[in-house]
């Protein structure tokens, strides 16, 4: 009952800064607007990353979807006898390099017969791609009747015309700018309006291996080479890791020695891929003598990168198992390793598997370190085993996006969306697996 | 014989062997599997094991062993003009005698296909030499484990003893991966340092690696002074953690604290997508996309950016890295305990000032952690320099001009043709161990701020 209790505190604060006074209003305003600002920041910080994201796939797919597409010629091939066969022998040896390149000539030349002049001539002669008597080679080969008669076939277009078709070649440049002269494209106009030009899908792209010629480059030895990469990986990274896993997880005593792996574990997953790289090129290379650019050591030099991911994946989901499965498999009198191998392996396998696609997805993407062990060669052929030199998807990606051409921009985007449609599979594959095997104890 | 005949053979045996030993098993117990101390199945295991781990042992040390002694005894035979010659040119002797054995190349020197052919012949022996003594180890292993088959013998405890050694062996490729990478860089690193005095490679301010095929050749003494990489290296780093760290840290920000659940069921997986994206796509992107975007941007201003600029490889690289800097964030942010955050709610501050005041100051050694990590990782990317940054080793700190990595000058030292004694294919490995260097000092450290921050929460 004295002046202790009465209520002095809130008189001394002025009016204005009271509960709904001015000032109060205007701190709790600014306060708001603080609040918000920050939360827009926030969202603007994720907008702005995922804008990023939309416009790196908007521009490779603007630059890429082109390259599903093939400009192709209809020329009608005299297939001469007098050319292909002139002394009489038809034999296989004799038929495979008989003289194409001039069938080409003699038709192309034939289309347009008002053309005398040499250069024009040749100038015409560059409208068909190289391509042109390799196909007119397997015709032949695939059914020597054909020789002495004539017959239209359609070959692929050089990149220059393929390029002017798909519009991305100015045409009001001034000619010396052009790569294709104002009579290539009154011809190529001429061609167009008959029909002997057209678009089709780009089947090439898909089987061939590389080429100097862009319209001739495909992506197939590269994926062929991506496939056998990637099965040395998974064959040798899968079981190996997930042995580590189940040792680490399950049998290992805690002591310095595991510390040590376990510490050595997670380095190894940190280390910049160029580092296993250079590992691979000292190692497997010159102290092994493994074949170079092969399939076989770019395998194992990333079998030794992705092992990190595939041992962390597969403890995670042996961990997830839980003990009472163990023990009931003890109390019924199983071995450690019976039950290990009867009853948690078999849980945990969903989880490890996932682990392992992703750790596949990140391999498949992965350049650096086949860079170091050679697999950048230009290699025409399609690799047909583990020791054949050979390229793999991004490294094909690599050499197109270094090359000068024009017309290898379309390619290179066009092997990103291979590339990415690959990778786009195996995660879904992975996020399948774990929404179909998910266990929830 | 052909050597994946010899294997399958081998496995094979050791398939019959499995089933010889089980057969037995039920044999010497008439039946009555529960008189056995374990399972037939292991019995059919164990004399499979002994059938086949051996042989495979000798097989891979016999062709381990091969070629080295193949190619001596190869060496002996030559002729007499042909062997006594420097050990280098012996070296190019043997290759050629093995590229002609390969059959990649025709030689047309006598000696060195007859001597292709000597080693052939002397293959062919060596392989059918391994073959009896690998069917005869079989025969011999597996007989002796199925002799020994008997009601009491323990033939799980074995086996599985067995298994657990095949555990731990592969369990230890990490550390021998560890050693193998360590070795390997510092081995030729050591060979460099020969040539190219230490202090030069760590201070020297110029780098132009090229050796002299003459003496006399204009600029004759290539220069490996590490500086200017370094500088470039930290330069496009620098702007790749300016580009990702505020854009990471507020997108994790926001996914954890303030986004609907729906927008971060949808937000957290598609950043994560950025991380998916192979380097080389963004190589690509940097280089034909927003390198030119910004050559044209800084000519409209009347700024000269090179084509190959700095700006352009770390912004992209940054882009990147994004994803690595969020969700490492969002983890730390998620372990701050909710405690806090009430408290502070109850003294009536709001929800930016509690993440200000209270969320960020607790969670800050992880987010260091985690910055760190990113850093890392941004100083061992290769494929985004590569094909973005420049190759001239420039002491500079202009973003807009080209600079050059250590991880570029690593890729252009080694690829292509190499030969394994000069000093400019060698400086690769050193560079490549100043690089395993700082991104393990930095993963160590970062490793351990996180786990100190976690362990202060749990």
Redesign the interface.
């Known amino acids: 009952m004295n002046n202790a209790t009465s209520p002095k505190g809130i008189y001394a604060i002025a009016p204005e800064r009271r509960l709904g006074g001015a000032a109060h209003t205007a701190l709790v305003q600014r306060?708001?607007a603080?609040?918000k600002?920050?939360?827009y920041?926030?969202?603007?910080?994720?907008v702005?990353?995922?804008m990023?994201?939309v416009l790196?796939f908007a521009?490779?797919i603007a630059?890429g979807w082109t390259a599903f597409e093939q400009t192709y010629l209809r020329l009608d091939v005299d297939f001469a006898t007098d050319v292909l066969v002139p002394d009489g022998d038809r034999s296989e040896q004799a038929l495979s390099s008989a003289n194409y390149p001039a069938l080409v000539k003699n038709a192309i030349w034939a289309a347009f017969p008002d053309v005398t002049s040499r250069g024009e001539k040749r100038q015409l002669q560059d409208l068909v791609s190289s391509g042109a008597s390799f196909e007119l080679r397997n015709i032949v080969m695939n059914d020597p009747s054909v020789i002495g008669t004539q017959r239209s076939v359609w070959v692929p277009a050089t990149a220059f015309v393929d390029s002017l078709i798909k519009g991305q070649m100015d045409r009001s440049l001034p000619e010396s700018e052009r790569k294709l002269s104002d009579l290539q494209i009154s011809w190529v106009d001429h061609l167009l309006s008959n029909g002997h030009i057209e678009k089709r899908f780009n089947t090439m792209l898909f089987t061939d291996g590389d080429s100097r010629d862009p319209e001739l480059a495909g992506i197939g030895g590269a994926i062929m080479g991506s496939l056998y990469t990637m099965l040395v990986t998974l064959l040798l990274s899968f079981?190996?890791?997930v042995?580590?896993a189940?040792?680490?997880e399950e049998?290992?005593p805690r002591n310095r020695w595991t510390d040590?792996?376990e510490v050595?574990?997670?380095?190894?997953a940190?280390?910049?891929?160029?580092?296993?790289?250079?590992?691979g090129?000292?190692?497997f290379i010159?102290?092994l003598?493994l074949p170079r650019s092969s399939p076989l050591v770019g395998g194992l030099v990333l079998t030794?990168m992705t092992?990190?991911v595939v041992?962390i994946a597969s403890r995670a989901a042996l961990t997830s198992v839980p003990p009472s499965i163990r023990e009931a498999a003890l109390g019924m009198g199983a071995?450690?390793?019976q039950t290990i191998t009867h009853h948690v392996l078999p849980l945990a396998m969903p989880g490890m598997l996932t682990g392992a696609i992703i750790g596949m997805?990140?391999a498949?993407?992965?350049?650096?370190p086949l860079?170091?062990i050679?697999m950048?060669a230009f290699i025409v052929d399609v690799p047909k085993s583990l020791t054949d030199p050979a390229t793999a998807l991004?490294?094909q990606?690599?050499l197109w996006?270094?090359s000068p051409e024009r017309a290898f921009?379309e390619r290179?985007?066009a092997a990103?969306l291979v590339?990415?449609a690959f990778?786009v599979l195996m995660?879904a594959l992975a996020v399948v697996l774990r929404k179909r095997f998910e266990r929830r104890w | 014989m052909n050597l994946s005949v010899v294997l399958t053979a081998v496995l094979g045996l050791a398939a019959l062997a499995y089933h010889f030993g089980r057969r037995r098993a039920f044999a010497v117990v008439s039946g009555r599997v529960r008189d056995l101390h374990s399972l037939p199945s292991y019995y059919g295991m164990h004399t499979a094991l002994w059938c086949g781990v051996p042989a495979l042992i000798v097989m891979s040390l016999w062709l381990a062993f091969e070629p080295s002694i193949m190619t001596n005894l190869v060496v002996e035979r030559l002729p007499e003009a042909m062997r006594h010659v420097p050990e280098s040119q012996l070296n190019l002797v043997i290759n050629d005698i093995r590229n002609a054995v390969n059959g990649t190349m025709t030689g047309n020197d006598p000696a060195i296909r007859e001597a292709a052919d000597y080693y052939l012949q002397l293959r062919t022996v060596s392989h059918a030499a391994m073959a009896v003594v690998l069917f005869a180890l079989c025969a011999a292993g597996g007989s002796w484990a199925w002799k020994r088959i008997a009601p009491d013998f323990r033939a799980r405890n074995r086996v599985e003893k067995s298994m657990s050694v095949l555990l731990i062996l592969c369990s230890m490729v990490a550390v021998f991966t560890t050693i193998g990478i360590v070795l390997s860089v510092l081995f030729e690193s050591l060979r460099f340092f020969q040539q190219i005095p230490l202090t030069d490679f760590l201070f020297g301010l110029e780098w132009s690696p090229q050796t002299a095929m003459r003496a006399d050749q204009v600029g004759a003494s290539g220069a490996f002074g590490m500086i200017p990489l370094l500088t470039g290296t930290l330069l496009v780093s620098g702007i790749a953690m300016l580009v990702a760290v505020p854009l990471g840290l507020m997108s994790a920000l926001y996914l954890s604290e303030y986004a609907p659940s729906r927008v971060r069921t949808f937000g957290k997986p598609l950043l994560e997508v950025l991380a998916g994206i192979p380097t080389v796509v963004y190589g690509f992107f940097a280089a034909i996309t927003v390198a030119p975007f910004l050559r044209d941007l800084g000519a409209s201003v009347g700024l000269q950016v090179a084509s190959e600029s700095a700006l352009a490889a770390g912004a992209v690289m940054g882009i990147m890295i994004i994803p690595f800097v969020s969700s490492l964030s969002d983890d730390v942010i998620n372990a701050v305990p909710q405690a806090m955050r009430d408290g502070s709610y109850a003294l009536g501050a709001t929800k930016s000032e509690t993440i200000k005041n209270v969320v960020l100051p607790a969670a800050l050694p992880g987010i260091v952690g985690s910055v760190l990590l990113a850093i890392s990782r941004a100083i061992g990317e290769t494929m985004i320099v590569v094909m973005a940054a420049g190759l001239s080793a420039k002491l500079t700190a202009n973003p807009l001009e080209a600079v050059t990595t250590v991880t570029v000058q690593i890729v252009t030292l080694l690829v292509g043709d190499q030969e394994f004694d000069s000093p400019k294919t060698l400086a690769a490995f050193a560079l490549g161990l100043v690089l395993f260097l700082i991104t393990l000092v930095l993963n160590i450290i970062a490793l351990h701020v996180v786990r100190k921050y976690r362990e202060q929460y749990e």
């Open positions: 306060r708001k603080a609040e600002r920050f939360r920041y926030g969202l603007g910080a994720l702005v990353s995922l990023f994201l790196l521009s490779i630059k079981p190996i890791g042995a580590a189940i040792y680490l049998f290992a040590l792996i050595n574990i997670n380095n190894l940190a280390v910049p891929s160029i580092v296993y790289g250079l590992l090129l000292a190692v010159n102290f003598g030794l092992l990190p041992i071995s450690k390793m997805a990140r498949l993407g992965e350049t650096a860079l170091m050679g950048v991004p490294v990606i690599y996006a270094s921009v290179t985007s990103i590339l990415l990778m995660n």
